[in-house]
């Protein structure tokens, strides 16, 4: 099982980054997707899932209507399209998976770390 996060860097604040996370050796659209973040010194945090065929997802409230989760399940990818991007938002971002929207994780991706700063 893999799970391979990409596309995190450097970003001004107010800009843009799309993150994307490659899944395999297990049945990606069985699952829901997450995109956990930790900031230094803090705790993980989850900040959206998407359930397998994209009719539910849930946003923390920091990132709502900033951040959008998609899949695609056909690539066995999920992403997570970031705009707005605030300081606050620098973190190292973890794509996981599970089999419910319950937190319990089966599979943790590496992370990809994003800084916002000028």
């Known amino acids: 099982v893999q799970l391979q996060a990409s596309g995190g860097g450097l970003v001004q604040p107010g800009g843009s980054l799309r993150l994307s996370c490659a899944a395999s050796g297990f049945t990606f659209s069985n699952y829901w997707m997450y995109w956990f973040r930790q900031a230094p010194g803090k705790e993980r945090e989850l900040v959206t899932n998407i359930n397998w065929d994209s009719s539910n997802t849930y946003y923390t409230n920091s990132v709502k209507g900033r951040f959008t989760i998609s899949r695609d399940n056909a690539k066995n990818t999920v992403y997570l399209q970031m705009n707005s991007l605030k300081p606050e938002d620098t973190a190292v971002y973890y794509c996981?998976?599970?089999?419910?929207?319950?937190?319990?994780?089966?599979?943790w991706g590496q992370g990809t770390l994003v800084t916002v700063s000028s």
């Open positions: 996981a998976a599970g089999r419910t929207a319950s937190l319990n994780i089966d599979y």
